[in-house]
Protein backbone atom coordinates (compact mmCIF):
# COMPACT_ATOMS: atom_id res chain seq x y z
CA UNK A 1 0.00 0.00 0.00
CA UNK A 2 1.38 3.83 -1.18
CA UNK A 3 2.29 5.83 1.98
CA UNK A 4 -0.63 8.75 2.27
CA UNK A 5 1.43 11.73 2.86
CA UNK A 6 0.68 14.97 4.24
CA UNK A 7 0.62 16.37 0.75
CA UNK A 8 -1.30 14.12 -0.45
CA UNK A 9 -4.19 14.82 1.82
CA UNK A 10 -3.94 18.55 1.26
CA UNK A 11 -3.99 18.28 -2.81
CA UNK A 12 -6.97 15.81 -2.05
CA UNK A 13 -8.73 18.37 0.32
CA UNK A 14 -8.35 21.23 -2.21
CA UNK A 15 -9.66 18.94 -4.64
CA UNK A 16 -12.46 17.92 -3.01
CA UNK A 17 -13.32 20.36 -0.04
CA UNK A 18 -13.82 17.19 2.13
CA UNK A 19 -12.75 17.42 5.77
CA UNK A 20 -8.86 16.16 6.54
CA UNK A 21 -9.78 12.61 7.82
CA UNK A 22 -12.20 12.01 5.29
CA UNK A 23 -9.40 12.37 2.83
CA UNK A 24 -6.71 10.33 5.22
CA UNK A 25 -9.27 7.71 5.00
CA UNK A 26 -9.87 8.17 1.72
CA UNK A 27 -6.95 8.22 -0.10
CA UNK A 28 -5.74 4.46 2.51
CA UNK A 29 -8.72 3.15 1.33
CA UNK A 30 -7.83 3.65 -2.51
CA UNK A 31 -4.12 2.93 -1.72
CA UNK A 32 -3.06 6.68 -2.86
CA UNK A 33 -4.75 6.23 -5.31
CA UNK A 34 -5.85 10.54 -6.13
CA UNK A 35 -8.55 9.84 -9.24
CA UNK A 36 -10.27 7.10 -6.94
CA UNK A 37 -10.29 9.18 -3.72
CA UNK A 38 -12.31 11.74 -5.13
CA UNK A 39 -14.51 9.46 -6.25
CA UNK A 40 -14.68 7.73 -3.14
CA UNK A 41 -15.60 10.73 -0.99
CA UNK A 42 -18.12 11.74 -3.93
CA UNK A 43 -19.92 8.16 -3.21
CA UNK A 44 -19.84 8.81 0.12
CA UNK A 45 -21.34 12.58 -0.01
CA UNK A 46 -18.52 13.31 1.86
CA UNK A 47 -16.79 15.73 -0.13
CA UNK A 48 -18.00 19.35 -0.78
CA UNK A 49 -18.68 18.71 -4.34
CA UNK A 50 -20.52 15.99 -4.02
CA UNK A 51 -23.11 18.15 -1.77
CA UNK A 52 -23.69 20.57 -3.76
CA UNK A 53 -24.12 17.87 -6.74
CA UNK A 54 -27.69 18.33 -6.29
CA UNK A 55 -28.53 21.68 -6.34
CA UNK A 56 -30.13 23.52 -9.39
CA UNK A 57 -28.18 25.26 -11.72
CA UNK A 58 -30.22 27.44 -13.46
CA UNK A 59 -27.37 30.24 -14.22
CA UNK A 60 -23.96 30.08 -16.30
CA UNK A 61 -22.80 31.48 -19.53
CA UNK A 62 -23.48 30.14 -23.38
CA UNK A 63 -19.45 31.18 -24.93
CA UNK A 64 -18.27 30.54 -27.70
CA UNK A 65 -14.46 28.97 -28.79
CA UNK A 66 -13.23 30.05 -32.57
CA UNK A 67 -9.88 28.48 -33.88
CA UNK A 68 -7.70 30.44 -35.28
CA UNK A 69 -8.55 31.34 -38.41
CA UNK A 70 -12.05 30.19 -38.06
CA UNK A 71 -11.95 26.43 -39.02
CA UNK A 72 -13.39 25.12 -36.10
CA UNK A 73 -16.17 27.00 -33.60
CA UNK A 74 -17.38 25.43 -30.47
CA UNK A 75 -20.88 27.04 -28.50
CA UNK A 76 -20.83 25.46 -25.44
CA UNK A 77 -23.36 25.80 -22.23
CA UNK A 78 -21.73 25.64 -18.94
CA UNK A 79 -24.43 26.06 -15.88
CA UNK A 80 -23.58 27.42 -11.96
CA UNK A 81 -25.94 28.40 -9.39
CA UNK A 82 -25.96 32.03 -9.69
CA UNK A 83 -25.63 35.04 -11.50
CA UNK A 84 -22.90 36.31 -9.66
CA UNK A 85 -20.63 33.02 -9.91
CA UNK A 86 -20.95 33.17 -13.34
CA UNK A 87 -19.71 36.67 -13.86
CA UNK A 88 -16.55 35.75 -12.35
CA UNK A 89 -13.25 35.73 -13.92
CA UNK A 90 -12.49 32.20 -12.70
CA UNK A 91 -15.56 30.65 -13.88
CA UNK A 92 -15.54 32.34 -17.41
CA UNK A 93 -12.27 31.13 -17.66
CA UNK A 94 -13.55 27.41 -16.70
CA UNK A 95 -15.83 27.74 -19.56
CA UNK A 96 -13.54 28.68 -22.43
CA UNK A 97 -11.30 25.84 -21.06
CA UNK A 98 -13.90 23.74 -21.68
CA UNK A 99 -14.95 24.71 -24.97
CA UNK A 100 -11.11 24.83 -25.85
CA UNK A 101 -11.43 21.21 -25.09
CA UNK A 102 -14.61 20.59 -27.17
CA UNK A 103 -12.59 21.79 -30.39
CA UNK A 104 -9.16 20.19 -29.42
CA UNK A 105 -10.85 16.84 -28.17
CA UNK A 106 -13.70 15.94 -30.36
CA UNK A 107 -15.72 14.81 -27.86
CA UNK A 108 -19.72 13.47 -29.12
CA UNK A 109 -21.28 13.56 -25.58
CA UNK A 110 -20.87 15.14 -22.33
CA UNK A 111 -21.01 11.94 -20.48
CA UNK A 112 -20.98 8.17 -20.56
CA UNK A 113 -25.13 8.59 -19.68
CA UNK A 114 -25.98 10.62 -22.79
CA UNK A 115 -24.48 7.88 -25.20
CA UNK A 116 -27.39 6.22 -27.15
CA UNK A 117 -27.74 2.47 -26.32
CA UNK A 118 -28.22 1.76 -30.07
CA UNK A 119 -24.29 3.22 -30.13
CA UNK A 120 -22.86 1.24 -27.22
CA UNK A 121 -24.54 -2.39 -28.46
CA UNK A 122 -22.74 -1.42 -31.91
CA UNK A 123 -19.50 -0.79 -30.29
CA UNK A 124 -19.83 -4.00 -28.16
CA UNK A 125 -20.49 -5.98 -31.27
CA UNK A 126 -17.44 -4.33 -33.06
CA UNK A 127 -15.19 -4.86 -29.99
CA UNK A 128 -16.12 -8.44 -29.13
CA UNK A 129 -15.60 -9.58 -33.06
CA UNK A 130 -11.68 -7.47 -32.97
CA UNK A 131 -10.86 -9.91 -29.78
CA UNK A 132 -12.40 -13.02 -31.81
CA UNK A 133 -10.21 -11.92 -34.92
CA UNK A 134 -7.11 -11.84 -32.45
CA UNK A 135 -7.70 -15.19 -31.57
CA UNK A 136 -8.89 -14.52 -27.78
CA UNK A 137 -10.72 -17.45 -25.59
CA UNK A 138 -14.26 -16.87 -25.91
CA UNK A 139 -13.60 -16.90 -21.85
CA UNK A 140 -11.79 -13.57 -22.05
CA UNK A 141 -13.65 -11.66 -25.02
CA UNK A 142 -16.27 -10.63 -22.41
CA UNK A 143 -13.64 -8.95 -20.16
CA UNK A 144 -11.28 -7.10 -22.98
CA UNK A 145 -14.85 -5.93 -24.44
CA UNK A 146 -15.48 -4.01 -21.08
CA UNK A 147 -11.72 -2.76 -21.16
CA UNK A 148 -12.08 -1.80 -24.68
CA UNK A 149 -15.37 0.22 -24.14
CA UNK A 150 -14.18 2.03 -21.02
CA UNK A 151 -11.34 3.56 -23.44
CA UNK A 152 -14.32 4.51 -25.83
CA UNK A 153 -16.15 6.17 -23.32
CA UNK A 154 -12.89 8.25 -22.33
CA UNK A 155 -12.89 9.42 -26.63
CA UNK A 156 -16.07 10.19 -26.68
CA UNK A 157 -17.65 11.83 -23.61
CA UNK A 158 -16.12 15.14 -22.16
CA UNK A 159 -16.08 14.48 -18.51
CA UNK A 160 -14.26 11.56 -19.30
CA UNK A 161 -11.59 13.04 -21.46
CA UNK A 162 -7.99 13.83 -20.12
CA UNK A 163 -7.97 18.18 -19.92
CA UNK A 164 -5.58 19.37 -22.44
CA UNK A 165 -4.07 21.82 -20.15
CA UNK A 166 -3.01 19.01 -17.44
CA UNK A 167 -3.65 15.41 -19.07
CA UNK A 168 -3.06 14.15 -15.29
CA UNK A 169 -6.95 14.83 -14.55
CA UNK A 170 -9.94 14.56 -16.46
CA UNK A 171 -12.99 17.36 -17.17
CA UNK A 172 -14.90 15.83 -15.08
CA UNK A 173 -11.94 15.87 -12.10
CA UNK A 174 -11.52 19.84 -13.25
CA UNK A 175 -15.25 20.58 -12.85
CA UNK A 176 -15.01 19.00 -9.34
CA UNK A 177 -12.18 21.08 -8.56
CA UNK A 178 -13.85 24.62 -9.45
CA UNK A 179 -16.79 23.19 -7.53
CA UNK A 180 -15.06 22.64 -4.06
CA UNK A 181 -13.00 26.47 -5.10
CA UNK A 182 -16.23 28.21 -6.01
CA UNK A 183 -18.37 26.87 -3.67
CA UNK A 184 -21.54 26.07 -6.31
CA UNK A 185 -22.32 23.66 -8.23
CA UNK A 186 -21.23 23.18 -12.16
CA UNK A 187 -22.57 21.69 -15.12
CA UNK A 188 -21.71 20.93 -18.56
CA UNK A 189 -25.25 21.33 -19.92
CA UNK A 190 -24.78 21.00 -24.09
CA UNK A 191 -21.94 21.91 -26.82
CA UNK A 192 -21.97 22.03 -30.27
CA UNK A 193 -19.04 21.35 -32.31
CA UNK A 194 -18.70 22.86 -36.22
CA UNK A 195 -15.36 22.25 -37.89
CA UNK A 196 -15.09 23.93 -41.77
CA UNK A 197 -15.86 21.63 -44.80
CA UNK A 198 -16.86 18.32 -42.14
CA UNK A 199 -18.44 15.95 -44.54
CA UNK A 200 -16.80 17.67 -47.35
CA UNK A 201 -14.08 15.72 -49.14
CA UNK A 202 -11.30 17.66 -48.82
CA UNK A 203 -7.46 17.32 -47.29
CA UNK A 204 -7.74 17.31 -43.56
CA UNK A 205 -5.51 19.39 -41.67
CA UNK A 206 -4.89 18.69 -37.86
CA UNK A 207 -6.84 21.05 -36.65
CA UNK A 208 -6.95 19.02 -32.91
CA UNK A 209 -2.92 19.26 -32.80
CA UNK A 210 -3.45 22.97 -33.85
CA UNK A 211 -5.71 23.68 -30.98
CA UNK A 212 -3.69 21.53 -28.49
CA UNK A 213 -0.51 23.39 -29.25
CA UNK A 214 -2.43 27.00 -28.83
CA UNK A 215 -3.89 25.65 -25.60
CA UNK A 216 -0.05 24.86 -24.30
CA UNK A 217 1.17 28.33 -24.95
CA UNK A 218 -1.26 30.16 -22.91
Known sequence: MAEVTAAMVKELREKT???MMDCKKALKETEGDMEKAVDYLREKGLSAAAKKAGRVTAEGLVDSYIHAGGKIGVLIEV???TDFVAKTGEFKELVRDIAMQVAAARPEYVSR???P????AKERDILAAQAANEGKPEKIIQKMVEG???KFYKEICLLEQPFIKDTDKT???LVTEKIAKIGENISIRRFVRYELGEGLEKRKDDFAAEVMAQAGKK
Do not use: M, S, T, W
Open 171 to 173: VKQ
Open 79 to 81: NCE
Open 148 to 150: RLE
Open 117 to 120: EHVV
Open 113 to 115: EEV
Open 17 to 19: GAG
